[in-house]
């Protein structure tokens, strides 16, 4: 069965756009329609009621479009409100990236001693630990905000001094550890990933949720009958939608995206506001 409505896509701004990249990698005949709430980003400083309230209204806005499965591309959503977004949007699957991002960190750590990163909020609601506890308590779990690498990749220092000093600053206390796996638990976290894993060294295995998610994502829609036809066009039929045009969106697009957006339009804040449970 062929179903060619759209895949929904969310974050708090444009940061989700690595998990847009890998869907189209893995499935390129797929349409999305991305949500980046780039009017409110940051989420993961605010407090686990506004997250759940601005996840629940970005997941609304998506579900009116009529997408086929809704992806919470956020680290932070995906940590303090995948419930809550489940509870409220019922007839279509809504997944996030912290589940399949546990797995596969508790699959690849044969020393049973993973560790997170992501932003304040995600980190301290313990998700990931969790999701990995559940399927093995016996591994251990460290997590470690690294508020700074967000700017840093929206400022597009990548492969910089003072990139490197960050990372050197918030990471090695990952190796003394003895972690074996780490978690990349944000989405601009991949963007970083070569200076990440030239930091930590290659004793240590760098998992990035982004990319399975995306893999979820495509074992869903094919469990379900729900791929998208040949004839979809992919990224090119694809929509991007943020509440804000910030000046400097293009380039941070097509940073953690890979290529240059196609267009994007504005939905207003209020209109986010609107969408109330
Ligand atoms: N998208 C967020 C995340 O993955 C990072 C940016 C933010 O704090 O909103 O957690």
């Known amino acids: 069965m062929i179903d060619s409505r759209p895949i929904g896509v969310f974050d708090s701004g444009l940061g989700g756009l690595t998990v847009a990249k890998e869907i189209f990698r893995l499935m390129p005949n797929e349409r999305i329609i991305y949500l980046g709430d780039t009017a409110r980003v940051p989420y993961g400083s605010k407090s686990e009621e506004t997250i759940r309230r601005f996840g629940l209204q970005d997941a609304r806005v998506l579900k009116d479009m009529d997408v086929k499965l809704l992806i919470a591309a956020c680290n932070t959503v995906s940590s303090v409100a995948m419930d809550y977004l489940q509870e409220h949007i019922k007839d279509?699957?809504?997944?996030?990236?912290?589940?399949?991002?546990?797995?596969?960190?508790?699959?690849?750590?044969?020393?049973?001693r993973v560790g997170v990163i992501g932003t304040a909020a995600t980190i301290r609601s313990g998700s990931y630990a969790r999701a990995i506890n559940n399927i093995d308590p016996g591994i251990k779990v460290y997590g470690?905000?690294?508020?700074?690498?967000?700017?840093?990749?929206?400022?597009?220092?990548?492969?910089?001094?003072?990139?490197?000093?960050?990372?050197?600053?918030?990471?090695?206390e990952m190796v003394d550890l003895g972690v074996d796996c780490l978690i990349l638990g944000c989405t601009h976290y991949p963007i970083l990933m070569e200076v990440i894993?030239?930091?930590?060294?290659?004793?240590?295995?760098?998992?990035?949720?982004?990319?399975?998610?995306?893999?979820?994502?495509?074992?869903?829609?094919?469990?379900?009958?729900?791929s998208a036809g040949e004839d979809a066009a992919?990224?090119?039929?694809?929509?991007?939608?943020?509440?804000?045009?910030?000046?400097?969106?293009?380039?941070?697009?097509?940073t953690l995206l890979g290529t240059p957006l196609p267009g994007i339009e504005k939905v207003p804040v209020e209109e986010l506001e609107g969408k109330q449970p």
């Open 197 to 226: 894993q030239s930091t930590v060294g290659n004793r240590i295995q760098l998992v990035d949720s982004a990319l399975w998610t995306a893999k979820e994502a495509q074992n869903i829609l094919q469990a379900m009958g729900m």
């Open 92 to 112: 279509i699957p809504v997944i996030g990236v912290v589940l399949p991002g546990a797995r596969a960190a508790a699959l690849r750590s044969a020393e049973k």
């Open 234 to 254: 992919g990224l090119q039929a694809s929509k991007f939608l943020v509440s804000d045009i910030t000046p400097n969106f293009e380039t941070v697009a097509e």
């Open 144 to 172: 470690k905000p690294c508020p700074l690498f967000v700017p840093l990749v929206e400022e597009g220092l990548i492969d910089s001094d003072i990139t490197r000093m960050a990372v050197q600053h918030y990471l090695y």
